[in-house]
């Protein structure tokens, strides 16, 4: 008798380890198969930021929530506009957020793995003393623009999962926003 419930109990976790395993492999991507291959071909820093705030712009377009984002024209390049529950775009925009500052970091702390592209035929090539500046206010000025958005997806947010998805994106904004006040001014351009 002992022996049947031994092998029940096996059966049981065996089966509930295999659904847990199949539903881990069907994980959801935070970018669609398009958005990942526009992060592919965005390779200067501040290239790639722009096409992270958009990505995360399109999040907030699908769950209706007005972030401010500049008007642009979606180009079919984007593909489809991302599809999930409440949850699954707040928990996207939380991880684009943090790939943002992720590729951010790791290019500050190597400047010599930064990618610039070929300059045009009589320019001169861009540094990384102007394109990470460029990168990170891009990010920065998302990031404020997202601030009081996502304090009010807080106050309506109903489960704990939610809440605190929402209070990581806004800390990593404040921290974007912080890190913004401690570059360098933009350089004036001046006339040729």
């Known amino acids: 008798?002992?022996?049947?419930?031994?092998y029940t109990t096996l059966l049981i976790?065996?089966?509930g380890s295999i659904f847990c395993t199949a539903s881990v492999a069907q994980s959801r991507d935070?970018?669609?198969?398009?958005?990942?291959?526009?992060?592919?071909n965005a390779q200067q820093i501040d290239k790639?930021?722009?096409?992270?705030v958009h990505a995360m712009d399109r999040r907030f377009g699908v769950l209706k929530v007005e972030v401010g984002s500049p008007v642009k024209k979606e180009v079919p390049d984007w593909g489809a506009l991302p599809e999930?529950?409440?949850?699954?775009l707040l928990n996207d925009i939380k991880r684009i957020m943090e790939k943002a500052i992720d590729d951010i970091d790791n290019l500050a702390q190597r400047?010599?793995?930064?990618v610039i592209e070929e300059p045009e035929k009589g320019k001169k090539p861009v540094t990384y003393?102007?394109?990470?500046?460029?990168?990170?206010r891009?990010?920065?000025?998302?990031?404020?623009?997202?601030?009081?958005?996502l304090k009010r997806q807080l106050d309506i947010a109903k489960d704990g999962a939610e809440k605190g998805v929402i209070m990581a994106s806004l800390d990593m904004c404040e921290q974007v926003t912080a890190a913004v006040a401690k570059l360098p001014p933009p350089a004036k351009k001046t006339g040729n």
């Not at 008798?1 to 031994?6: A, D, L, N, T």
């Not at 003393?129 to 990170?136: C, Q, S, T």
Request: glycine share 6%; no cysteine.
């Open 13 to 15: 976790v065996l089966i």
């Open 129 to 136: 003393g102007e394109l990470f500046p460029k990168g990170v």
């Open 30 to 40: 935070y970018l669609t198969d398009d958005e990942i291959e526009m992060v592919r």
């Open 84 to 88: 999930g529950t409440r949850f699954q």
């Open 48 to 52: 790639r930021m722009e096409v992270l």
């Open 111 to 114: 400047p010599d793995s930064m």
């Open 1 to 6: 008798m002992i022996m049947k419930y031994f």
């Open 138 to 149: 891009n990010l920065a000025a998302a990031a404020e623009r997202y601030k009081v958005p």
